[in-house]
C-alpha cells in the first residue's frame, strides 16, 4: 500500500466549534524551566503579564507588539514559555482581541497550557483553525499531514453583514492567504459545503486552514467547522 493511500485511510474527521468568547487566540505553553507558575493574566488593550519563580514578571505590552503575530513571536522568544497561535490570524491587532482576566490553566493532551481566549464583542469576529496538532510543543510531525475544510454552519446574527466577511486562510508558517470568501447569512442558521458535500478545501501538506467569520460591526453566535485530518 503507498504512504498516500495509508494516510486516507487513516484520516479522522474533526468538527470545531466555537462562540462567544470560546475561540483561543492563542495557546500558551510554561516551560519546566521557568519553575512555579504564580499567574498569567491579559488586561484588555494593555498586556499580557505571566509571572513565573525563575522567569519572575514577563510583560507583553500591545503598544509594542501591535499585532497577534508579534505577540507571539514575542512570547515564542522568552526562554520560560513558548505557544501557538490558533483561532485567528496573526495579522488581528492585539488591542482589541483578548478576553481580560486571569486565565485559567487547562489540559490538552497531558500538557498544561494558558488559553488566551478572543473576546467577540471587541474583535467582531469567530473563528476556527483545522489543523494536525492543537497543542504547543508536542513536536508532532507536520509535513506528512495535510487538513480538508469540508462544511460550515454559521448561526449568527450580524450588526452589518459584512461583504464576503466569511473567509478561509491557508496558513504556511506566518503567511496567511485567502483561499474562499463568502457573505455569511445573519439571523439564521446556514450551511455550507461544496458539491452537495462531496467536495472540500485541502490545505498543502503541513499547512493549516483557518475558517474565520468577521462583521464591520458585532457578531454574536456559533460557528461550526466540518473537516478531516490526515
Same mark, same amino acid.
Given at each position: 500500500? *503507498?504512504?498516500?493511500e ?6 479522522? !474527521?474533526?468538527?470545531?466549534?466555537? !462562540?462567544?468568547?470560546? %475561540?483561543?487566540?492563542?495557546?500558551? &505553553?510554561?516551560?519546566?524551566? $521557568?519553575g512555579?507558575? #504564580? *499567574?498569567?493574566?491579559?488586561t =484588555? ?5 505571566i509571572? =513565573?519563580?525563575?522567569g519572575?514578571?514577563? =510583560?507583553?505590552?500591545?503598544?509594542t507588539? $501591535? ?6 513571536? $514575542? ?8 505557544? &501557538?497561535?490558533? +483561532?485567528?490570524?496573526? @495579522?488581528?491587532?492585539?488591542? #482589541?482581541?483578548?478576553v ?5 490553566a ?8 494558558? +488559553?488566551v481566549?478572543?473576546?467577540t464583542?471587541?474583535? +467582531?469576529?469567530?473563528a476556527?483553525?483545522? =489543523?494536525?496538532d ?6 508532532k510531525? &507536520? %509535513? ?6 469540508? /462544511? ?10 459584512? $461583504?464576503? !466577511?466569511?473567509?478561509?486562510? /491557508? ?24 458539491? @452537495?458535500? /462531496?467536495g &472540500? ?13 468577521? +462583521? %464591520?460591526?458585532?457578531?454574536?453566535g ?9
Open positions: 500500500m *503507498s504512504f498516500l495509508n494516510r486516507k485511510l487513516l484520516a479522522q !474527521g474533526v468538527i470545531g466549534q466555537v !462562540g462567544n468568547d470560546l %475561540g483561543v487566540a492563542i495557546r500558551i &505553553k510554561v516551560l519546566t524551566g $521557568a512555579a507558575v #504564580t *499567574s498569567v493574566t491579559t =484588555t488593550a494593555t498586556n499580557i503579564v509571572i =513565573t519563580a525563575n519572575s514578571t514577563e =510583560t507583553y505590552a500591545f503598544a507588539y $501591535a499585532t497577534v503575530g508579534a505577540l507571539a513571536d $514575542a512570547i515564542n522568544a522568552s526562554a520560560y514559555t513558548e505557544c &501557538k497561535v490558533l +483561532d485567528t490570524v496573526r @495579522s488581528e491587532e492585539t488591542a #482589541t482581541q483578548f481580560t482576566g486571569v486565565i485559567t487547562g489540559v490538552v493532551d497531558g500538557i498544561t497550557v494558558y +488559553d481566549l478572543a473576546d464583542s471587541t474583535c +467582531d469576529y469567530v476556527y483553525r483545522l =489543523t494536525n492543537r497543542n504547543v510543543g508536542s513536536n510531525p &507536520k %509535513g506528512s499531514h495535510r487538513v480538508h475544510v469540508q /462544511e460550515i454552519v454559521t448561526d449568527v446574527t450580524l450588526g452589518a453583514t459584512t $461583504a464576503n !466577511g466569511l473567509k478561509i486562510y /491557508e496558513v504556511d508558517g506566518t503567511t496567511e492567504t485567502v483561499v474562499y470568501q463568502a457573505t455569511a447569512t445573519s439571523g439564521s442558521s446556514a450551511t455550507i459545503n461544496w458539491a @452537495s458535500g /462531496e &472540500k478545501i485541502t490545505a498543502k501538506d503541513g499547512n493549516d486552514l483557518v475558517v474565520k467569520l468577521t +462583521d %464591520g460591526t458585532s457578531v454574536t456559533t460557528l461550526t467547522v466540518t473537516g478531516e485530518r490526515e
